[in-house]
């Protein structure tokens, strides 16, 4: 460790001179590196002395130091650090004799601040948490039980009902249910929030809680599927505490005011979120769900100076209607993933310079990119320094195959600097990949072997990234994002964000159809019409003629009300893709790009029959 420091100040002294005429980003990436390698090494004596402080441990020290500071606000409740901790401490009496150090338990809740005191409960009692993702369907939520080994489920007053139709088979697997209720109608079930008030709030002793390795799994984040079920991700102290610096490293500090509309269940809320908040010592504004017509106003009412987002959080929030007021807030930055460049511009002009902090880096993976310079459409800055910690690599992709490219001795190549290739992170002790629980062959699934000498393994991320030649990596499209069509590659997210910037188009959702009699797939767009806007079949023709190589261009549209959308606000495609374009099955009023016309045109059955029959050249 001190000889890498020592190596990497050498180097930053050597190279500061020459780089100080060439590179206009040295000192915000000297800065920056510091900042990260400062927090790297107090995370590398916890692994020397095996004295680990968890994310748990942290919120002890907090709430001792400052116990009358705001943590939680919620629905015009504001409950302290010192609250907080006298309430989990409550839940961890409640279950001190039913649980063992080391047991899975699981959590299905809304976002409310006893989801945050049942998690440290039981993290007090030295349990692992499954946080249960709350769209999940009964018969995955099974699987989940499955996965995880949980023997016990604590489930929020609001959800209790949507677990009836599995109640009989909890109870035949013996998992014992408790309802943050005082009163249960249904058997069998447990009632919780008595208990708690009922019990004392004495710490539970030290000992329960402690941890002498980084990677003891501390939680279970279940990564939500599109299709199959979902996968549990396994969480350690490592992860947790790594994610709990997001916010510092961006220069969040212990006055800032954090406003998190995201769910507890993923990563981004429960460790970026209430474990950065905890790290700072600041107070978290916590929403039960978003909601883009109130999202301002919360942020004048509670001076909010931090939020996070997913990408398409700021595009709802760009939907919105101009409001006057709407520049006129404390928000001074924003923490989150996903943000694609025309967002990101049209962001800044309606809500103001709020700088927008990337943070790349999946539930599960080993790798984490951070934008720190903010440059427009970028998830991650990179440099010399930077990969001598994280060692990442971008190889060639066959899409058409949907794999890496192999050479003749079966090994991957590198791509060239501004080329896009798949990202792959290798794993080893400074970077490790703690799989999915119960399923070794899902983990396996996710790890490439082989990459450049046999026997290395590499975590595959699954996302096309390219690096330019500043050093700014891009996202340019997950894996399966992309279609082929006329022997080039389309990827979705690209045409998406260029047919975004349509004046009448509100919501976009691009994808591939097959047509029968023609290789690949043909573009297809779904589209949301704005408020007071009419499609415009001619514009859009001039517009994709213009802005998109021909190959690119969505040949049928597709006109929707409403889109449909994973729990995680990211677009269905699935089902667009399954039902195709075929107007005697489709209610949706569809459109065609025909060239003869210069125009969309409505796709009727006779153009959809001379399509199939091979008459019209597509
Ligand atoms: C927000 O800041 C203003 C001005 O400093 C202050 O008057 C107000 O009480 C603050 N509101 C909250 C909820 O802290």
Same mark, same amino acid.
């Given at each position: 460790m001190l000889s890498w420091i020592a190596a990497l100040l050498t180097g930053i002294l050597a190279a500061r001179l020459a780089q100080r005429l060439c590179f206009p980003y040295f000192w915000k990436d000297a800065l920056f590196l510091m900042k990260v390698i400062r927090y790297g090494a107090r995370l590398e004596v916890y692994k020397k002395t095996s004295k680990v402080v968890t994310v748990v441990d942290r919120f002890i020290q907090q709430a001792e130091r400052i116990p009358e500071k705001p943590f939680v606000i919620y629905e015009g409740v504001t409950v302290t650090y010192g609250e907080l901790e006298a309430r989990s401490n409550r839940v961890a009496r409640v279950f001190q004799h039913a649980v063992k150090k080391g047991d899975t338990v699981a959590l299905l809740m809304s976002n409310e601040p006893d989801f945050i005191s049942v998690w440290f409960g039981f993290s007090k009692l030295g349990c692992a948490v499954a946080f249960l993702n709350t769209n999940i369907k009964s018969r995955s939520l099974l699987h989940c039980f499955n996965c995880c080994g949980a023997k016990l489920l604590v489930v929020g007053a609001d959800l209790l009902d949507t677990l009836e139709d599995i109640l009989p088979s909890l109870q035949e697997d013996s998992i014992s249910v408790w309802c943050m209720? @005082? +009163? #249960?109608? $249904?058997?069998g079930v447990h009632t919780l929030l008595d208990k708690i008030e009922e019990a004392s709030q004495e710490p539970i002793e030290a000992e329960r809680r402690s941890v002498s390795c980084l990677k003891t799994p501390t939680l279970y984040i279940f990564t939500s599927g599109t299709t199959g079920l979902p996968k549990a991700a396994v969480i350690t102290h490592l992860q947790s505490l790594k994610a709990a610096g997001g916010f510092w490293a961006y220069g969040g500090t212990e006055n800032d005011v954090i406003y998190t509309p995201l769910?507890?269940? $993923?990563? /981004? /809320? #429960?460790?970026?979120g209430i474990g950065g908040t905890i790290e700072l010592g600041a107070t978290c504004v916590l929403k039960k769900k978003f909601s883009a017509s109130q999202f301002w106003n919360d942020c004048r009412k509670h001076n909010i100076t931090i939020f996070q987002y997913i990408g398409e959080l700021c595009r709802y929030l760009c939907n919105q209607p101009v409001a +006057?007021? +709407?520049?006129? $807030? @404390?928000?001074r930055m924003a923490v989150g993933n996903g943000l694609r460049q025309d967002v990101w511009k049209e962001f800044h002009q309606r809500f103001g310079q709020i700088r927008m902090c990337e943070i790349y880096g999946s539930t599960e993976g080993n790798l984490c990119f951070m934008? $720190?310079?903010?440059?427009?459409? /970028?998830v991650g800055r990179s440099n010399f320094f930077y990969k001598l910690i994280f060692k990442y690599v971008l190889v060639k992709y066959d899409m058409l195959r949907d794999e890496p490219m192999r050479d003749e001795n079966g090994f991957c190549q590198h791509v060239q600097k501004g080329e896009t290739g798949l990202l792959l992170s290798k794993i080893c002790s400074s970077s490790p990949f703690f799989g999915y629980a119960g399923s070794k062959q899902l983990t396996e699934k996710k790890i490439l072997r082989d990459v450049f000498v046999k026997g290395d393994a590499y975590f595959n991320t699954g996302d096309l990234m390219a690096e330019d030649h500043d050093d700014f990596i891009c996202f340019k499209d997950r894996v399966g994002d992309t279609f082929r069509w006329k022997g080039e590659n389309v990827a979705t997210t690209e045409v998406t964000e260029i047919l975004g910037m349509v004046d009448f188009i509100q919501e976009v959702n691009v994808y591939g159809v097959q047509v029968p009699g023609n290789e690949g797939r043909a573009g297809m767009a779904a589209v949301i019409v704005g408020d007071k806007c009419a499609f415009d079949g001619k514009k859009l023709f001039d517009y994709v003629q213009r802005e998109l190589p021909s190959y690119a261009r969505p040949l049928f549209i597709r006109l929707q009300e409403c889109m449909e959308m994973t729990s995680t606000f990211k677009q269905q495609k699935f089902g667009l893709v399954k039902s195709g374009f075929n107007p005697s099955i489709i209610t949706d009023p569809l459109f065609f790009l025909d060239y003869t016309q210069n125009c969309y045109v409505p796709l009727t059955s006779c153009i959809y029959d001379s399509i199939l029959n091979g008459q019209k050249k597509l």
């Amino acid at each position: 460790m001190l000889s890498w420091i020592a190596a990497l100040l050498t180097g930053i002294l050597a190279a500061r001179l020459a780089q100080r005429l060439c590179f206009p980003y040295f000192w915000k990436d000297a800065l920056f590196l510091m900042k990260v390698i400062r927090y790297g090494a107090r995370l590398e004596v916890y692994k020397k002395t095996s004295k680990v402080v968890t994310v748990v441990d942290r919120f002890i020290q907090q709430a001792e130091r400052i116990p009358e500071k705001p943590f939680v606000i919620y629905e015009g409740v504001t409950v302290t650090y010192g609250e907080l901790e006298a309430r989990s401490n409550r839940v961890a009496r409640v279950f001190q004799h039913a649980v063992k150090k080391g047991d899975t338990v699981a959590l299905l809740m809304s976002n409310e601040p006893d989801f945050i005191s049942v998690w440290f409960g039981f993290s007090k009692l030295g349990c692992a948490v499954a946080f249960l993702n709350t769209n999940i369907k009964s018969r995955s939520l099974l699987h989940c039980f499955n996965c995880c080994g949980a023997k016990l489920l604590v489930v929020g007053a609001d959800l209790l009902d949507t677990l009836e139709d599995i109640l009989p088979s909890l109870q035949e697997d013996s998992i014992s249910v408790w309802c943050m209720k @005082r +009163e #249960s109608t $249904h058997p069998g079930v447990h009632t919780l929030l008595d208990k708690i008030e009922e019990a004392s709030q004495e710490p539970i002793e030290a000992e329960r809680r402690s941890v002498s390795c980084l990677k003891t799994p501390t939680l279970y984040i279940f990564t939500s599927g599109t299709t199959g079920l979902p996968k549990a991700a396994v969480i350690t102290h490592l992860q947790s505490l790594k994610a709990a610096g997001g916010f510092w490293a961006y220069g969040g500090t212990e006055n800032d005011v954090i406003y998190t509309p995201l769910p507890l269940y $993923h990563s /981004a /809320a #429960s460790l970026v979120g209430i474990g950065g908040t905890i790290e700072l010592g600041a107070t978290c504004v916590l929403k039960k769900k978003f909601s883009a017509s109130q999202f301002w106003n919360d942020c004048r009412k509670h001076n909010i100076t931090i939020f996070q987002y997913i990408g398409e959080l700021c595009r709802y929030l760009c939907n919105q209607p101009v409001a +006057e007021n +709407e520049k006129d $807030h @404390r928000v001074r930055m924003a923490v989150g993933n996903g943000l694609r460049q025309d967002v990101w511009k049209e962001f800044h002009q309606r809500f103001g310079q709020i700088r927008m902090c990337e943070i790349y880096g999946s539930t599960e993976g080993n790798l984490c990119f951070m934008n $720190h310079v903010g440059k427009i459409g /970028a998830v991650g800055r990179s440099n010399f320094f930077y990969k001598l910690i994280f060692k990442y690599v971008l190889v060639k992709y066959d899409m058409l195959r949907d794999e890496p490219m192999r050479d003749e001795n079966g090994f991957c190549q590198h791509v060239q600097k501004g080329e896009t290739g798949l990202l792959l992170s290798k794993i080893c002790s400074s970077s490790p990949f703690f799989g999915y629980a119960g399923s070794k062959q899902l983990t396996e699934k996710k790890i490439l072997r082989d990459v450049f000498v046999k026997g290395d393994a590499y975590f595959n991320t699954g996302d096309l990234m390219a690096e330019d030649h500043d050093d700014f990596i891009c996202f340019k499209d997950r894996v399966g994002d992309t279609f082929r069509w006329k022997g080039e590659n389309v990827a979705t997210t690209e045409v998406t964000e260029i047919l975004g910037m349509v004046d009448f188009i509100q919501e976009v959702n691009v994808y591939g159809v097959q047509v029968p009699g023609n290789e690949g797939r043909a573009g297809m767009a779904a589209v949301i019409v704005g408020d007071k806007c009419a499609f415009d079949g001619k514009k859009l023709f001039d517009y994709v003629q213009r802005e998109l190589p021909s190959y690119a261009r969505p040949l049928f549209i597709r006109l929707q009300e409403c889109m449909e959308m994973t729990s995680t606000f990211k677009q269905q495609k699935f089902g667009l893709v399954k039902s195709g374009f075929n107007p005697s099955i489709i209610t949706d009023p569809l459109f065609f790009l025909d060239y003869t016309q210069n125009c969309y045109v409505p796709l009727t059955s006779c153009i959809y029959d001379s399509i199939l029959n091979g008459q019209k050249k597509l």
